[in-house]
């Protein structure tokens, strides 16, 4: 039984009138969705956590199935923790992170007046748990040697068995219909070279497959090319 400040968020008007209910509370935002593993801990851990601070609203939601909120908060991965006090962002929690986050209620329970980082209506902050790369490093270099590392390379959100985001899991399973060997690189694991990519490739978003060394596209390109043809013609060359 789910306890009395502990929701599924249905919808985006459902998700404002749970939040503005009471703007002094803190709530916590729990971004899971079904085909990630990781995301399953996450959910026990914060339906835990609602029952030992009942003052905390708790609230769960589908990224996916959500996606107009989840794009408001730059979710780009799950299972992603949101903390917030009514509009204010408290804290932004990446990956399953059990300790990080029973810490996090903790912190914010114990307080009246928590310190804001910034507001949901600015640019969140940047996940603390991203390593950045060293500055004295050759992003080019780098970049070109990751990108020539095997015949097809994919840069994704987590890895083809715990995927991140549903691009990334739909182009891993999109690649092994087609029986295709590749390696990958998480680029949720290195900021500097994520931003560099996007550059390189005049690419915004990830996944990014590529082949022989060149940028080949994200999700929608590639099935495209498998249903016509191109991609075992570039496989091939």
Not at 159 to 167: H, I, L, M, Q, V
Not at 169 to 193: A, M, N, P
Request: contains cysteine; proline residues 5%.
């Amino acid at each position: 039984m789910l306890s009395h400040n502990h929701h599924e968020v249905s919808s985006p008007s459902h998700f404002q009138q749970l939040l503005s209910a009471d703007l002094d509370r803190v709530s916590v935002l729990n971004f899971w969705a079904d085909w990630a593993e990781p995301c399953k801990q996450m959910n026990a851990v914060t339906l835990e956590l609602a029952k030992k601070y009942p003052s905390i609203l708790f609230l769960q939601i589908e990224a996916e199935a959500q996606s107009d909120i989840s794009e408001s908060f730059d979710i780009e991965s799950v299972p992603s923790i949101i903390l917030l006090q009514g509009h204010t962002l408290l804290q932004r929690i990446s990956g399953a992170d059990a300790p990080a986050i029973t810490a996090a209620v903790a912190k914010f329970a114990s307080v009246s007046s928590a310190n804001p980082q910034s507001k949901t209506d600015l640019p969140p902050a940047t996940a603390s748990n991203r390593t950045v790369s060293n500055p004295s490093e050759d992003l080019e270099s780098r970049m070109t040697g990751l990108m020539n590392q095997s015949k097809v390379v994919l840069f994704m959100k987590g890895s083809p068995d715990a995927p991140r985001c549903g691009f990334s899991r739909r182009i891993c399973g999109l690649l092994q219909d087609q029986k295709v060997k590749f390696t990958h690189f998480d680029i949720l694991s290195d900021e500097s070279l994520r931003q560099g990519l996007k550059k390189r490739n005049d690419w915004p978003t990830f996944p990014q497959l590529i082949i022989n060394g060149e940028f080949v596209g994200g999700l929608d390109i590639v099935q495209e090319m498998v249903e016509n043809g191109e991609f075992a013609e570039a496989l091939a060359a």
